[in-house]
């Protein structure tokens, strides 16, 4: 099992800036891709940005691509999104996500992003 608690989230102005942090727990080790979701009022939830635990691989949605990183502290098992020149469409609850070497998926409880025009 992997525990995830996602923190960070909060109201910005459009341009703005967050960090999001995700504490992962548990079995640590099975994990294999890191990554961050959204969904947003009405819509089906989707990828953000994902990091592989190996070689620190990273993968962008078009969306965020330049405005968005993702990294991870391994001292800290921490994952983080860091945004940037956020817009109101990128409105949503962000969820960390973890995937295992055995294809399981786990979810944290989602954190809100609101961003103001």
């Known amino acids: 099992q992997v525990q995830l608690v996602e923190s960070g989230g909060g109201l910005v102005q459009a341009g703005g800036s967050l960090r999001l942090s995700c504490v992962v727990s548990g079995s640590i080790g099975s994990i294999t891709v890191m990554g961050w979701y959204r969904q947003a009022p009405g819509k089906q939830r989707e990828l953000v940005a994902q990091?592989?635990?190996?070689?620190?691989?990273?993968n962008f949605a078009d969306s965020v691509r330049g405005r968005f990183t993702i990294s991870r502290d391994n001292a800290k098992n921490t994952v983080y999104l860091q945004m940037n020149s956020l817009k109101p469409e990128d409105t949503a609850v962000y969820y960390c996500?973890?995937?295992?070497?055995?294809?399981?998926?786990?979810w944290g409880q989602g954190t809100q992003v609101t961003v103001s025009s």
């Open positions: 996500n973890a995937l295992t070497g055995w294809g399981l998926a786990f």
């Open positions: 990091i592989t635990t190996s070689s620190g691989r990273t």
